[in-house]
C-alpha cells in the first residue's frame, strides 16, 4: 500500500451506484466497465474499491478547482460567458496516452503518481457550494478527472449547488451506463462526452469500448440533459473523412441541434507521435459536420483560424447570434427566451433570461491580441 493510494482510501464514503454480488463481491455500475469486486480488490479505476463487502467510493476531497469561462469546457449553448467552477479528483476509468489521469492506478509505481498527492484538498459539498458563491459561478462542473467514476461526490455537490441557484454540468468520456445516467439526471443540467473515434479499435486502445460511448449520448439526450459532444481531431488517428463522417452522421441521427465541437491536438504529454492538426482539417471536420445536417458545428482551438465556426449563426435566417474568439464572447444577440431576434426561431440550449448579464469581454479580462 502506497503513501497515495492510503490517503486517497480515507477519502471515502459507501457508494450508491452498486450492485449486490455473491459472496462479498459487489458489481459498480458507475461506468460500462462493470467491474465485480471481490472484497479487498480494486475496480479498473483503482479509486473505487470492495471494503468488506461494502463498495467504497471517493467523497470528501478535490485535487483541481478552477474558475472558467464556460467555454473552456467547452460548452457554447450553456449560459455563455459564464464563471464555472470546474472541480476534479483524481483517476479515471480510460488509459489514453495524452492524458495523465489514469496515472492515479500507478499509485506506488510511478513517482509522477505520488506527485499527485500534493494536490488533495479536503472539502465538503457544503464548502464547495459557497466557494461557488464566493467566485460568483453561474454553473459548476465536475471535469479535469473522469466524473462518472466519482458520481456520488458529484450528486453530492450538484444537490448544494442547485439549492443555491447554480446549473450543473459534466464534462465526461461517456463511458456511462443507464443507471449512472439514471443517477444523475435529477442533479444534472449539462452533459459534454468526448467521442474520440468511430472505430472500436482505437476506443480499445483507449481503454473503452465504442458502442457504450454511442449509448451515453444517445441516452443523455432522451433524458433531456443538454449534450454537447467534442471530438478531438488527431491526425492520423480520427481525422479521415470516413471517420467524420461516421460521427457527425451518429450526432445529426440523435438530434441536429447537439453541437459538435472538432477541436485541435497539439503535441502534448506522452503523446507527441502525430503532428498537430492543422486548422485546415479542422475547418473540413466542420463541413463535414454541417454537411451531415449538425445545425451548430464548432472549430475549436485554433481561435481566428477557423472562419465563422467559432460563433452561433441561426440555422434559418443565418443571423449571427453570437460572436466568439477563443473563450471570449464578442457579440451576444440572442433574446431573453433563447431565440433568433429576426426570425424569432428557438435556439436549443440554456440561455441567461437576462442577456446584459453576457459578460463580451469575458470576465474582465483584458481581450487576447491574435
Ligand atoms: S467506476 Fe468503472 S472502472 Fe471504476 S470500479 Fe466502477 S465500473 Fe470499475
Redesign the pocket.
Known sequence: MTILAEVLDKFTTAGDLVEAGADGAVR????A???L?RPGRR???Q??FNKDGELRVPWGYVAALQSDPIEKKPFSHVLPSANALTFGMLGC?FRCPYCQNWLTSQAGRDPEAESSLDLIRRMTPEQMAAHARRVRAEVIVSSYNEP??TSEWAVGIFKQARAAGLKCAFVSNGNATPEALDYLRPHLDAYKVDLKSMQDKNYRQLGGVLKHVLGTIQKAHELGLWVEVVTLVVPGFNDSNDELWDAARFLSGVSADIPWHVTAFHKDYHMTDPDNTPARTLLRAAEIGREAGLRYVYAGNLPGMVDEYEDTHCPNCNTLLVKRRAYVIREYHLTPNGTCPKCGTQIPGIWPEDPARVTLNGYGFPLPVY
Not at 459498480?28 to 461506468?31: G, I
Request: charged letters at 20%.
Open positions: 459498480c455500475v458507475a461506468c466497465h462493470r467491474c469486486i475496480g479498473i479505476c479509486v473505487r476509468d462518472l467514476i
